[in-house]
Nanobody
């Protein structure tokens, strides 16, 4: 069983930055793909960004140019650097891991609030 623990959320002013972290309970090198998702009140959960074990990344359009996803194999941790935050970025952010096809895990989520 893989456990994911998010950290780094909180309250920030519009235009500010936050860096989220997702600590993995096993070797992160055993995880094929990791994602960040988010869910704002009254909205569906949406994908923010993903990164593979090879370091390939991709982003949803709203994240391109502002967010950077990365992973530190030595620390078994994935990160999401969020810059130029907007009020629309306020949401609960979730870490997601796909260890292999059909074997997936979710973190409990962490709240990000951007004040305008």
């Amino acid at each position: 069983q893989v456990q994911l623990a998010e950290s780094g959320g909180g309250l920030v002013q519009a235009g500010g930055s936050l860096k989220l972290a997702c600590k993995v309970s096993v070797s992160i090198t055993s995880i094929a793909v990791m994602n960040w998702y988010r869910q704002a009140p009254g909205k569906q959960r949406e994908m923010v960004a993903w990164i593979t074990d090879y370091g390939t990344t991709d982003y949803s359009d709203f994240a391109k140019g502002r967010f950077v996803i990365s992973r530190d194999n030595a620390a078994d941790t994935m990160y999401l650097q969020m810059n130029n935050l907007k009020s629309d970025d306020s949401a609960i952010y979730y870490c997601y891991a796909q260890q292999e096809v059909g074997v997936t895990f979710w973190g409990k989520g962490i709240l990000v609030t951007v004040s305008s």
